[in-house]
């Protein structure tokens, strides 16, 4: 089965869901999947003997304006034979994402990254950052910082895991499906020396995978992560990033005094997280 046949986006209407919004239709027209939005409203707390009925009527208003955008969409011509559906649903924005995720099957979750004011709020729960770090269904994430610019190349970071292994098939097959070639990177710190050994397993696995005895792993050195993938990204705004996500390996990164500069050096060009451990 291809990778992203069902996409879902969580939307606001703002200018950060645009390129959210371009972004999966663009998949979904290569992939042949189907994109659903979903808008989320949270119960205000300042009428608090009205909420069903402003609830009620914003609902509706949303509905109108889910239905008004996939109107628009469908009037693109790469976009008319795209299956569209659009929803609105009541609760806290990340818990009710993830319970619609798992309940309709979507195989991946496509959401706008804010500006850089956002971007300070990582430490403390934005909700794009919180799917990052806790979906179990990957999540593409889109700054909107930058326009939409077609994908030419998936660069899959990778510690060289076996675990890696499986998704690095899901991405050759997903590089296919959009038309983008597929390059892996290890970011290596110059003061910790790599196996040999353990460079030339992981070549050979990937050239099974690629069915490409050309595909070797790129070693880039640099004293960080974040360093060296934006060093090895450079001006090429036409990258996909994508990294798999371990859990207590992510959170100890997250937390580290460099947080908020790396992901906002990453967020020039789109993020595509894997949960590896869900």
Sequence with gaps: MPFATSLLVPTDFSSKSENAIRYACEIASNTGGEVHFLNVLEEPYDFPSRVEEVIGEKKKENEQRLSKMIQDLHSKDEFRIIQMKGMVQTGKVLSTTQNIASEY???LIVIGLGGQADLKKVLYGSITNNLLMTSDVPVLAISKRIDYREPKKLLF???MRRPDLPHIKKMREF???IGVSLEFVH???PENPIDPGKIGWFNTEIQKITKNPATELILHEAPSFPEGI???IGDDKHTLLVMTRYKNK???WLLSNSTVRSIAQ????PLLMIPADA
């Design 105 to 107: 099957g979507h195989d």
């Design 187 to 189: 970011i290596a710190n």
């Design 157 to 159: 970071a990778t510690d």
């Design 230 to 232: 934006t060093e090895r």
């Design 266 to 269: 990453m967020a020039s060009v």
């Design 250 to 252: 992510f959170l100890e």
């Design 175 to 177: 590089s296919v499906d």
